[in-house]
């Protein structure tokens, strides 16, 4: 996303912010406003221009003006023969300057101004000055990966090709340049990269290998510019192209890029690690955040494990743009240069180098020029400072390393995303995006049950599981819609590239059914038939679980009118219909203990009885159970009161201004999306409830609610059941509303406002838990937080935990918009859940419509242990599923099927995926230790259901680090992969 005249007023302001804090400042005095001068300032210019007297140094004269004609601007020294004076004809308002050539200065030097007008005159100072750095600067030309917004998503690979021919072009056009002059590129993705390579004949591809070889290109290690939205999972899938373009074709990768977003998964610095990327270059856009960092930053970026990545925060991804690099005209990039270098003197900026990027041309998707060759060539003879070189990405960092790498300060923090909100932009498509997610870790895990029963790799079946994470990718790539979403929401281009975008979504949902039922086929023959239609349920964490099961019976497995039992075992499972079809129903039921890893199996046992329907539940506001009691308002349509029974604790704070569950329709004064302030936003709730009972369940208890609310239809615009698990300790807040188009800004909240004393709030962000505003890099995304799979409220004496499949933003302590808080810490236990919004000003989506459903799980107990939340939150957002078995014909069993595949027994270690290897070697093991504490594995408390030969330990790419080990150490939160070979 590209937005110059906003980054260019940021560039500005940060230089005119810096004049301001300098020390030597003139004050005002009593003549100055008779002159139309505010202020003056002098300082060193860092341009050392060459000329036939030898080097020269430059003072620049910044005045602050009320706007002036006629004035001469003179300078004195006492070591020089006579002033400097200058005559300027007109002096604009605002900060201006005035330059004046003198000689070399060796040392701290004291120089007076004197501004004569026709007014009069007036002396300011006297000033010292330092000797001006010298100063290199490494520009970086890449193009800006959009996948849309410029262009629609259909060209960008086919430019990017092309591109890539273009780079090769300059090189060779370049050669005889100065070193410094010859045209460097660097490939801020592998996507681009990993398809050239496949598709370019073998002149090219030598072409390509020679100039990387010769350090003219780099290949930078991230697929795509990626959002925070993305699982941990997803992320490691995202530098598999990394071991292509190494092995397959020699290209080394030591650097990574995250160009325009300001965020980055906290998992990245533990993946980096062990595939040899030692530098991320963080070019990112201000548009709608604030920056970390007052001025471009190094720093050691740890994981929660401590594993670390050298992070440049650069400025803006196209600041050499900024500078009119492209235009290949020193006399615009001249002033623009010189200001940007002053900014930094005057923050502090410890270094005399700096790292820069651009583009060929002023826009995002750019193809490559030599523009800048021309340009660098003709400044380096004219000045000695700054030396301009053109660079790939990881020069400068790595001097950085080897220059000030141990003095670098170290961030062992996450660095949340401000851009991930344009995600509620669409909340139907970030919904099916997530649950699809889970689908796969759950789809990969039936593949390893089948692998460690021996059963072949389905090679076919992993090639669409690849596609299904590349449609994953894509969506979770930071680039939404066309530039005209907002401006023009019923432009062509608008809905062209949104059809476009949102296909990733629906795609990556289709193939995954299809992916699943690959699965079940894989592993269902290892199943024996019994004696009447069962049910295998299916577990793919690492530790025995009881849960709800979702899945649909046709009606010649369970006739729809015959009474039944599931059993498990010989115990009947609670069941619940949930809708039904022409051939079958779709039934919920609770089962028990399902195997790591594994399944059992439950009997379906069929009466000739008629099937009785269940009598209705007499209406009340309340509900109660062996673990709560909760009420509910009927006027407001959400929860006063939530006792957990078990601790006697009131859960819910009845002082906050919006009760818990309770809808919040937002809108904004003005239609104003670029101004976010507090007080630009005005917010309502629900009207018109309606309370009943829900159908009676042996599963739950439920109350459901409708009213009308701002921005929906009218009739059951909106509706949410609450429901109370009579199986485990357990609420889910089942919403829906029916939307209707609305293209001014607006704005849905679900308040959970939390009643816990002395509690801190933690939720789990990509690969570790982070407390708000501790656990993050300041500058970071503080108004909103994107969750994975669960948020803990937690105190001494116990902890509430609660997430959602669907909607991943957050609110904490407050609605926050227009806050932009540096550093902050949540003052209150209160979660609003940001379900949609259409504040952005560009790139994402003007306007939802149509009905969206979407709920969340909560739980609350005396465990104040991560693994407690990990567990919870896991096992509600990865489902167990059910595959059914008709009746065997012939040689039925009779007795229950249970089967574990591997149990890591271990608390503290999560399982994020499992899959079988793809040249049949094993099964992949993506292991998280979650609480803070040293484990290790070995094939004594790996517990399987078959020999096993072997663990080795991999990176994330799947290249073998250490082979044949008997054990593997996991420092606190470390994460590792892991191969098992079987016997």
């Known amino acids: 996303m590209n937005a110059n005249k906003t980054v260019l007023a940021v560039v500005m302001s940060l230089v005119l912010t810096g004049w301001g804090n300098v020390e030597t400042r003139a004050q005002e005095q009593k003549t100055s406003s008779e002159l139309g001068i505010k202020s003056v300032n002098l300082v060193t210019s860092p341009l050392i221009p060459k000329t036939s007297n030898g080097d020269r140094h430059i003072l620049v004269v910044q005045i602050d003006s009320a706007g002036c004609s006629n004035l001469t601007v003179r300078l004195t020294c006492k070591t020089w023969s006579e002033p400097k004076s200058e005559t300027v004809a007109s002096l604009l308002k605002g900060n201006q300057i005035v330059s004046f050539e003198v000689p070399p200065l060796t040392s701290p030097t004291t120089v007076s101004v004197q501004i004569e007008t026709k007014n009069g005159s007036k002396s300011y100072g006297p000033f010292t000055v330092q000797p001006p750095k010298r100063w290199t600067i490494y520009l970086t030309q890449h193009t800006h990966t959009d996948i849309g917004y410029t262009r629609p998503q259909n060209v960008i690979l086919a430019d990017h090709l092309r591109f890539i021919d273009e780079v090769l072009d300059c090189c060779d056009v370049t050669d005889a340049y100065p070193d410094d002059a010859r045209f460097r590129w660097a490939c801020e993705g592998t996507w681009a990269v990993r398809e050239y390579l496949k598709t370019r004949p073998a002149s090219q591809i030598k072409r390509l290998k020679r100039r990387v070889d010769e350090g003219r290109i780099e290949v930078t290690g991230m697929m795509l510019n990626m959002s925070e939205i993305a699982t941990e999972s997803t992320l490691a899938a995202s530098l598999r192209p990394v071991r292509i373009i190494e092995d397959e074709f020699g290209l080394p990768i030591c650097s990574a890029m995250q160009a325009d977003v300001n965020g980055a998964g906290w998992c990245l610095p533990d993946y980096f690690s062990d595939i040899g990327i030692r530098y991320l270059i963080m070019g990112i856009n201000q548009t709608r955040s604030i920056l970390p960092f007052d001025k471009p930053t190094t720093f050691w970026w740890e994981s929660p494990s401590g594993k670390r990545v050298l992070a440049f925060r650069a400025d803006h991804y196209m600041t050499g743009n900024i500078w009119q690099i492209h235009t290949g005209k020193m006399e615009r990039s001249r002033p623009k240069i010189e200001e940007y270098l ?490 609003y859940s940001w379900v949609m919004n259409n504040y952005w000003f560009t790139n994402f989506r003007a306007d939802q419509e149509g009905e969206f459903k979407w709920s969340y799980y909560l739980t609350s107990g005396k465990d104040t242990s991560r693994m407690f939340a990990t567990r919870f939150g896991w096992g509600s957002r990865v489902p167990l599923v059910a595959r059914v078995i008709p009746p065997a014909r012939n040689n039925p069993v009779r007795e229950q099927q249970t089967f574990s595949a591997i149990n890591v027994e271990l608390p503290n270690i999560l399982l994020v995926e499992s899959r079988p290897m793809a040249n049949g070697e094993g099964i992949f093991l993506h292991l998280r230790e979650i609480e803070g504490k040293s484990a290790s594995i070995n094939l004594k408390n790996m517990v399987a259901a078959v020999p096993l030969r072997k663990m080795d330990e991999l990176n994330v790419v799947e290249q073998p680090l250490h082979k044949g080990l008997k054990s593997i150490e996991f420092k606190p939160y470390e994460v590792k992969f892991i191969r098992v070979s079987l016997r």
């Not at 929401?489 to 949104?498: D, F, G």
């Not at 028990?592 to 009785?612: C, F, M, Q, W």
């Not at 709560?628 to 006027?635: E, I, P, Q, R, S």
Request: hydrophobic share 35%; aromatic share 12%.
């Open 342 to 831: 002053l900014g930094l003197e005057q923050r502090s900026y410890p270094y005399d180098r700096i790292g820069v990027q651009f583009s060929g041309f002023s826009t995002d998707n750019s193809s490559p020029t030599t523009i800048a060759c021309d340009l660098v060539k003709t400044w380096n003879e004219k000045f000695v400072s700054p030396y301009l070189r053109l660079s790939t990405v990881h020069e400068f960092p790595a001097w950085i390393e080897k220059n000030h790498g141990r003095e670098l300060p170290v961030h062992r923090q996450a660095w949340p995303d401000w851009w991930t909100d344009g995600f509620g932009s669409a909340a139907r498509e970030t919904a099916v995006a997530r649950e699809a997610e889970s689908a796969m870790q759950v789809n990969y895990g039936l593949l390893a049950i089948a692998s460690m029963l021996r059963s072949p790799v389905n090679l076919y079946s992993l090639q669409r599981a690849g596609g299904i994470q590349e449609d994953l990718l894509f969506y979770h790539e930071h680039t939404y819609g066309a530039s005209s979403s907002i401006s023009d929401p019923l432009a062509e281009r608008t809905h062209n590239q949104w059809g476009q975008k949102s296909s990733f979504a629906w795609t990556a949902v289709k193939n995954t059914g299809v992916f699943r039922e690959e699965a079940f086929g894989q592993v269902q023959e290892f199943v024996s038939h019994a004696d009447v239609p069962t049910l295998v349920i299916f577990n793919t964490l690492n530790w025995s679980r009881s849960g709800l099961v979702h899945t649909f019976i046709d009606h010649k497995m369970l006739p729809r009118d015959k009474e039944f039992r599931i059993l498990d075992g010989d115990k009947p499972v609670p069941v619940q219909e949930s809708g039904n079809w022409g051939d079958g129903t779709y039934w919920q039921f609770w089962v028990n203990n399902v195997p790591a890893l594994g399944y059992k199996t439950l009997r379906i046992e069929i009466s000739d009885k008629p099937r009785t329907k269940q009598k209705p539940v007499a209406s009340s506001p309340t509900l109660e159970n062996a673990y709560y009691k909760l009420t509910v308002d009927g006027k407001r349509g959400a929860v006063t009161s939530l006792v957990d029974k078990e601790t006697g604790v009131e859960l819910v704070d009845s002082t906050c201004e919006w009760i818990f569950g309770q809808c919040i329709y937002e809108t904004v004064k003005e239609n104003n999306r670029r101004e976010m302030k507090p007080d630009l936003y005005m917010r309502t709730t629900v009207t018109n409830v309606s309370i009943q009972s829900g159908s009676p369940s042996p599963i739950w208890q439920s109350l459901l609610v409708s009213a009308d609310v701002a921005g929906c239809i009218t009739t059951k615009g909106f509706r949410v059941e609450i429901r109370m698990f009579e199986t485990e300790k357990r609420i889910e807040f089942h919403y829906a509303m029916r939307k209707l188009p609305v293209t001014t800004p607006e704005s849905v909240y679900i308040a959970f406002p939390f009643k816990s004393q002395n509690s801190k709030m933690l939720y789990e962000a990509q690969g570790g838990c982070v407390e708000p505003g501790v656990d993050q890099i300041p500058g970071s995304s503080s108004d909103w937080l994107t969750l994975q799979s669960f948020l803990s409220v937690r105190n001494p004496d116990g902890q509430i935990v609660i997430g959602s499949d669907q909607i991943p933003l957050a609110q904490l302590g407050d609605i926050n918009l227009g806050k932009w808080l540096r550093e902050w810490r949540v003052e209150k236990p209160y979660f």
